[in-house]
């Protein structure tokens, strides 16, 4: 430490480390001395200025008041003083200056001094040690070189046994040291065998953590001959046992075992390709789908009796070798096997989750200013690789999904679906649903390619399903007899063979999305590789096509008590003609296919219709026929246009056989031979033809729900329009129908030639009716026989029993209107007989019917009571009634008029009417 530190420390003690310096013990003596002599100097000059009594306050503020620059050895005081001075010329502040300079160096003098003299016993206490330190020096000097000296001496005399012995003692380490080699060679050719064992009994990761052991045991013996041998047959072992692992975990997708696969990537990860090991599951997952599917179509060719060699075909080329009847048992299989690559794949992505490598990994919990710790440094490489994995495993399953769309695919495009009974197709439809519905589990796709090719097979042979079963549909009403089918009373359409896929649908849909607790419930947790989701499925050979229609034995039509004449049986059975059951047949497999083909449900929908109103159409023609008009029987139906509507759009005109054209036309139906409506047992035909089509109808909207479901919801608007107007064109279909069994009941013309015969320009009142009203109500009697007989067979609502009597008393009453309209002249009297007569009939016709009021009733009536009206109000009271057809009106003008012919001529109203 230089002399102006030793001075900065004393002086100011705080002062920082950085302002020292080392250590001049050279220069120490000679300043010390002059600094001593220059004090005494300044002592004796300055003795009388500094008695003062604040001496120390005075030295201590001089010392505070010098810059600390000036203990600075390297600092040039001079040029600092001069650049402090800078452009002063006054003598007098350089003076003052000067003087404060001066003051300083006798402050610091004085505190030099005073420092040495309190520590000179401490400098002449360290010099007298320095001192003996020499001397201790000199004496270690000597013994040094005496002891040279004397080994020197010491190695001449040793002898040369002494050398021979130290040389084979080295010997002895070096052939110890060799033999412990050889040991451990040995211990590694005994541990290959080992190894090898282990790896066949599968344990490839304590072989292969044993082969990295052994290869580094011996890496500091590569010098041996032998070792680099045993090194080439260890490196075979390894790959050995790399190949072995493969075919290991190419046995995964088959079969999937969770010890042996936490082994296989134990061995993997032992091996540092965990990466590699899922890239080669992948392609395993590859060879084994094209084996197995090419396993399967194979073995039913070759059951067939198609014989074939692997080697030279195409998996697409085996599939257009497989005959039709295979197609249906080959592709369930075909599934079957699909199932089980899938489910093995699903397991093993579970046992990824399982294991916390595709789980939540917990971040570590530094700050990001923080430098990471080497745990946190592999948390974050373990999050990478968790990453990568999860991305692998997402990837595999699409891919896995998607190969075997491409073998589902091929399979269903070389084949001729155009051979297919509608239940196999059905069939084949179920199977892809079904495989689809795992497929989305599964992977998460829509399935769209397979959907297309679906699509693509299907629709061309919905079509020429369609136009045939237009065909069979015509075929049916062309040889129906319209007699009732014979059903049991527990009868429903979902025991028909062509509903009970619905029961399946409830069952799939509840298993593969939610079950009434709306917990989630899948496939891979319900089945397994032994129960897999194909085995519920039905094959066509499982159940018959026509389900057993038990049949019900009626006693009687109607229930005959005194109490109430008129009740029907409480029990309604469906009425079924053999048509109609076939048509239900037909919505059956329509609703399974719209369920299996829902991008074109709603085209499959449209086709129902059309077997819908041909149906409707054929029992309009056939039983309506008597109806010229029947808008004056409904008036605001719109049954008539819609007739006409459906003879435009599906009926031929011609005799030309039906083409296969876009828009598709048959031929009109015809009634057959054996259906004779002129009879009155021709009551049985119409009741159960028109009750088939609200039946019909009936089973259309209770299957609504079931048509929603496979249609998109913008098609539901379209839907419940299309069922309210099957059941409303239905329901008015009975109007038309129940009209025509009054005029078959009622022998118009004979009724009203009687009433012409009747007097009625009579001038006595008559006691009797007329003999045309027991006529007519002998018929009525007779027809209440008829009807009641027709009801033990034809099971009908009591809404439509009712029906038909308003039916046909409105028919009863209309004759009788017509018939008082026929009439020239009338008397008072012969009014009088026109009430007696009708009062009678309606008396002894509600004794035959409950309805009340008899429809018609009304009209007659009201009619009668108009011969009473004055000839000079007929005219007003023609024209508030325009309910009564212009005949009506001009006969009864001209009885109440008969007095004066030209008071008709006043009537123009009627005149307008008629035009």
Sequence with gaps: MDFKQKLSDIFHPSFPSSLNAQRSEERVPSELSKLLSDNVIFRTENAKRNSISSYSVTNDDVLLSIDERFYDESFNASLHELKELGDVRLKELIQVEKQKLLNQLTVISKKVFSVVLERQADYNQEFNRILELQDELDSALGFCTSSRLQTASAKKSIAAAGLELVYKYRKKKQLMSLLQSLEVIKTMQETE???????????????????????????????????????LKLQDTLIMAEEMLDNALAKVCENFNTSQYERIQEAYESLGKSHVALDQLFMHMTTAI???????????????????????????????????????????????????????????????????????????????????????????????????TEQKLNYGKSRVWQDIQTKLKDFLLSVDVSAFRIEELLSIL???????????????????????????QTISYFKNYHFSRFDELKAFLDNESWEPCPVSESFSCKRLAEFQFLEDVFYTRTDSSENDNGIAISYFKEHSEEYTPFDTLKSPQDSSFYDKCGSVKLED??????????????????TLSNTALSLLRLIGRY?????????????????????????????????????????????????????????????????QPMAHEEKLK????????????????????????????????????????????????????????????????????????????????????????????????IREVMSQHSPYVDELLIELQSFSTRLGETLSRVSVSPEVHTLIWEHVALYANQTLLEGYSNVKKCTNEGRALMQLDFRHFTMKMETLTSVRPLPGSTLVETYIKAFYIPESTIEEWTKEHTEYSEKQLQSLVQVVSQSNKRRILKFPMLEERKL
């Design 193 to 231: 065998l080992h190894i090898q064992a282990q790896i066949s009994k599968g344990d490839f990761a304590e072989a292969i953590h044993l082969l990295a052991e052994c290869q580094k045991v011996l890496q500091p013996f590569s010098h041996f001959t032998c070792v680099a041998q045993l090194n």
């Design 290 to 388: 094209h084996t197995a599917a090419l396993s399967v179509v194979s073995g039913y060719v070759a059951l067939y009796g198609s014989s074939i060699d692997l080697n030279k075909v195409t998996f697409s080329e085996l599939c257009k070798k497989a005959v039709p009847e295979s197609c249906v048992p080959c592709l369930l299989d075909l599934c079957r096997s699909m199932w089980t690559l899938m489910f093995n794949f699903n397991r093993v992505i579970n046992w990824h989750l399982s294991n916390n490598i595709l789980g939540n990994i917990a971040l570590p919990d530094h700050q990001s200013d923080d430098i990471p710790t080497p745990d946190d440094r592999n948390t974050s490489k373990s999050i990478d690789d968790t990453s990568y």
């Design 430 to 456: 179920d199977i892809i649903r079904r495989l689809i519905e795992v497929g989305k589990e599964f992977s998460g796709s829509q399935s769209e390619s397979l959907q297309d090719c679906l699509r693509q």
């Design 557 to 574: 039509g109607l229930d005959h008590t005194e109490d109430n004449p008129f009740s029907v049986k409480k029990v309604v059975l469906p």
């Design 591 to 655: 609703l399974q296919m719209m369920r299996l083909l829902q991008p074109i449900a709603f085209d499959i929908c449209i086709c129902l219709n059309q077997l819908i109103d041909y149906y409707l159409y054929a029992v309009a023609k056939f039983f309506t026929f008597e109806v010229k008009d029947s808008s004056s029987i409904i008036p605001n139906s719109k049954l008539p246009a819609v007739l006409e509507k459906i003879e435009s759009d599906l009926i031929l005109n011609d005799d």
């Design 666 to 761: 048959v031929l009109a139906p015809s009634l057959s031979r054996i259906v004779n409506l002129s009879r009155p047992e021709s009551m049985v035909a119409r009741i159960t033809a028109v009750e088939s089509v609200v039946f019909l109808a009936q089973q259309l909207e209770n299957f609504s729900d079931e048509f929603k479901a496979a249609t998109s919801e913008s098609k539901h608007a379209a839907l419940d329009s299309f069922f309210q107007k099957v059941k409303t064109n239905a329901v008015d279909l009975r109007h038309p129908v129940f009209a025509c069994i009054a005029r078959l009941v009622i022998k118009r013309d004979l009724v009203l030639a009687q009433m012409n015969r009747v007097q009625w320009d």
